[in-house]
Structure formats: C-alpha cells, structure tokens
C-alpha cells in the first residue's frame, strides 16, 4: 500500500475579503484588492507559513451589488506573475473561465507563467456563470454549451503544451542548429468551438506544464475533470457531503485509468482561529459589527487553535480533503492560521515542515506529465 500523502494547503488571496464587511476593518488597506505590496506581503506570508500554494479565484462579469473585492481587483496571470519575483517556493494558481477566454491565449499565458516561475503555475479551469459572456462576445452560446466547450479548450491548451518536446532547443551558437524541427508539433484540431493549428511558441517548463485545476460540484464538471484535471475545488460545508464527493469524483479517475492518488480534493475554508474559543467569537463578532446588515455565517472552521487543527484532521483523515484550501474570513485570517494552526498540524504529522521541492507538481505529489510525442517517439524505436 502506498503511503498517504501529507495534507496540503493553499491559501485563496481575496485582497480585501470574500465578504462585505473586511475591507472596513483598521488594519485592512480599503484597496488591498488592487495594491500590489499587499499581495507581495500576503504571498511571502504564505510562503513562510509553507502552504503549497496561492490561488486566485476571478470574476468575470461583475454588477453593484457583488462584494467590494470583486469590483476592483487584479487580473489573475498578471498579479501572479509579479508574486513569482518575490516567492521561490509557492505554487501561484490563478482562475481563468473556458467559456469566456480563448484556449491558445491561455495556453501561452500559463505557460508563460510556468515559465516566468520555474514551474509553480497552476489554472483554475472554470465555466463561470454566463453573466460573463456578455463581456466576451459569446451571448450566441447557451448554459448547455458551457461544458462541451470546457473539454474542447482542456483538449486544446493540453495539446499546445505539447508543442514542444523537452529537448526540441538545440540553440547550438556554434553549429548554429536553434531547434529540432522534428521535435516541434502543429495540433490542428478541429472541434464545434475551436479550431486551433498551433504549434504553441513556447518550451514545456521545469514541471512538464501548469497543474489543472476545476472548480464546481456537478456530474458533467466531475466527467471532465477526471479526464483532464489534476484537482478539484469544491465549496461543501458537510463532512459527509465532502466525503461523498471525494469518493465518487475518484471513483470516476479511476475509471480514466488514472491513480485516484494523484487527483486532489480541495475544499474551500475560511477559518476564524483564536488562542481560545473566546478570542475567536471575539473576531467574528468584531467583523459582523463592521457592517451589521450583513451578517455572514459562522466558518465550518471555528474555535480555539486545537479545535480548528482538529476538524482539519478530522476532514483529511476521513478523505474529504487533500488540500484545505482557505480564505480569510477576518483580516488577520492568514496570519492566526499559520501561526496557531500549523504547527498543530505539523506536531500532527500530518502537514509539512519544509518544502520538498520548488515545482506545485513536486509539493503537491502529483506526476510530471509525459509529452504526448516523447511517448509515440519512445514507442517507434521500441
Ligand atoms: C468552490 C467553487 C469555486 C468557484 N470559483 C469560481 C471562480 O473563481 N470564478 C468563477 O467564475 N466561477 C467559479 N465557480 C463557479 C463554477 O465555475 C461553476 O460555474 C459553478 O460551479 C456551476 O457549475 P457546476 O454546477 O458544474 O458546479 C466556482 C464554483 C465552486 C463550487
């Protein structure tokens, strides 16, 4: 039996909150959501904290009534790639729609960032809601179309990142040989929504190519990503629910033929942590008290520091999570987590003192991916 793997954690920087109220708080800047040395102290925050990644959620379509961080943010690939200067470690994940963009900018993109970050990238693959397909010239297209469209854009992107294989550069100054063409791929797809030639104008990274993320809970979402993800973000609140999905999302990766070892479950948390039960009531109080017509729910992850740590292992050994994924609720969010809940986690056992590596693929456990032409190549002198 192979050993399990450790829990890992990812932190989802919201700038000024993912609620109404944090961004009044005294000791959140009100722009945070658009201030880059805030997202610089967050990541490296994360960073020290060993969490194995940042990620990025994202909007599309935005109108006056959503919560403050989303009308004024930062787009995800660019904020990241600034993160990537001043983080070594950390994966950086950032959310980009399949209904609204266009597979080969996004192929560049991520791969550009894996690059730019010697591969830490990962791509949050979501449908989205159709509010944005008005943004993106798409209102042709309807609610049925978003998922048949999503595998394609999977098909496309992971076939221009299979452009190149590993060792297509030569760039020889002296014999004056750049590349193998041999080892350069046109993809020529032809779908119902994208017709993509390719090749792609850049090299596979250090980790073979971003991770693939998906975020949503229905059946469709679970078919595509147990073909073409490496793991899925989920929003249960029941330990049961959570468990549930789990087991039916890796029954399906199975069925793929893939290790359900290598796809990870990611529930979405945001924990309110205090040294006491009391310290915590004190924050969400204090929160609720900012802007009292918004009364938020009191977080799955509540309580004394032992108690939070508990529930985390609670929800990982139960097999309902292999990366705990959270928020702030509260403005010092991050900072009571890293400090009062990690070190718990890690007496436990069962999170990380140290990175292993400095790829997402590596401090995540997942495999590198095998370039789908290295392998027919492999086959022929076979
Ligand atoms: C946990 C979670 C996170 C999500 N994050 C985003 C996001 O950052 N941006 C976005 O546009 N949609 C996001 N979505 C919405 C999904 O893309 C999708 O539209 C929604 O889940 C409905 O699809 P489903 O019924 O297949 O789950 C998220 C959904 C879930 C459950």
């Known amino acids: 039996m192979t050993e399990k793997k450790q829990l890992k954690i990812g932190g989802i920087i919201d700038g000024v909150g993912f609620n109404y109220m944090g961004w009044r708080h005294p000791d959140m800047p009100a722009n945070a959501s658009e201030n880059i040395d805030y997202y610089v102290q967050k990541a490296k925050r994360l960073e020290e904290g060993k969490f194995e990644m940042i990620f990025l959620a994202d909007v599309s379509h935005i109108g006056p009534r959503m919560i403050p961080h989303y009308l004024s943010m930062f787009e995800g690939v660019s904020i990241l790639s600034a993160l990537s200067m001043v983080t070594h470690s950390i994966g950086l994940t950032a959310t980009i729609a399949t209904s609204y963009a266009d597979p080969f900018t996004v192929a560049r993109q991520m791969a550009s960032l894996d690059k730019i970050s010697n591969g830490r990238a990962g791509w949050n693959a979501v449908t989205s809601n159709p509010g944005g397909l008005a943004n993106y010239s798409r209102t042709h297209l309807s609610k049925a179309d978003l998922y048949p469209m999503q595998n394609e854009f999977l098909e496309v992107v992971k076939g221009l990142w299979d ?14 040989v750049f590349h193998d063409p041999q080892k ?16 792609l104008n850049i090299s596979p990274s250090r980790q073979g190519r971003p991770v693939i993320f998906q975020a949503g809970t229905s059946s469709d979402l679970m078919n595509i990503a147990s073909k073409h993800a490496d793991g899925i973000f989920t929003g249960f609140e029941e330990l049961e629910d959570a468990k549930a999905f789990s087991k039916e999302l890796k029954r399906r990766v199975r069925l793929e033929g893939r290790s359900p070892d290598d796809f990870l479950i990611m529930p979405g948390h945001n924990p309110i942590v205090g040294r006491t039960e009391k310290e915590a009531e004190e924050k969400f109080q204090e929160l609720q008290s900012l802007m009292p ?42 900072d009571d987590f890293i400090e009062l809940v990690v070190p718990i986690l890690q007496d436990k056992g069962i999170f990380h003192k140290e990175y292993e ?15 789908r032409y290295s392998i027919r190549n492999h086959d022929d002198l076979n």
């Open 163 to 176: 452009s190149y294989e590993e060792d297509a550069f030569i760039r020889d100054k002296k014999s004056g």
């Open 184 to 199: 350069m791929h046109a993809l020529n797809y032809r779908g119902n929504y994208f017709s993509v030639d390719g090749p």
């Open 293 to 334: 017509i918004y009364q938020i729910p009191k977080p799955n992850f509540f309580g004394s520091a032992e108690k939070v740590a508990d529930q985390v292992q609670c929800w990982y050994e139960a097999g309902a999570m292999d990366v705990l994924l959270i928020r702030q609720e509260h403005p010092s969010g991050f």
């Open 357 to 371: 590596s400095n790829t997402l693929r590596d401090n995540l456990g997942l495999p590198y991916p095998t370039n």
